[in-house]
């Protein structure tokens, strides 16, 4: 089991910005790609952006490129996704995953932090 644990949610109006925390527990963290994912309010979940292990590879959903920067500190443990520019439909429930490289498959999950967007 690989811990992670979300935070920085809350609410932001239309056009500003927030940054989310991923942290995990031990160097393990460290072997895994991470990527973030986010459920809005009668919505599926859905993929924002993915980081490789080193944080040289990311990958961005469509709907947030240019807005949304995923980055990530390995002396920390920890995976950012910083979001600018935000809009009332990126009001969701936001969740870090972890995955094996190369894999789509994700390992762990965290619990989500909420970012609310007001118009």
């Known amino acids: 089991q690989v811990p992670v644990v979300e935070s920085g949610g809350g609410s932001v109006q239309s056009g500003g910005s927030l940054r989310l925390s991923c942290a995990g527990s031990?160097?393990?963290?460290?072997?895994?790609?991470a990527a973030w994912f986010r459920q809005g309010p009668g919505k599926e979940r859905e993929f924002v952006a993915r980081?490789?292990?080193?944080?040289?590879?990311?990958l961005y959903a469509e709907s947030v490129k240019g807005r949304f920067t995923v980055s990530r500190d390995n002396v920390k443990h920890a995976v950012y996704l910083h979001l600018s520019n935000v809009k009332p439909e990126d009001t969701a429930v936001y969740y870090c995953?972890?995955?094996?490289?190369?894999?789509?498959?994700?390992?762990?999950w965290g619990q989500g932090t909420q970012v609310t967007v007001s118009s």
């Open positions: 031990g160097r393990t963290f460290n072997w895994y790609s």
């Open positions: 980081i490789s292990q080193t944080g040289v590879h990311t």
């Open positions: 995953a972890l995955a094996e490289r190369g894999s789509d498959e994700y390992l762990y």
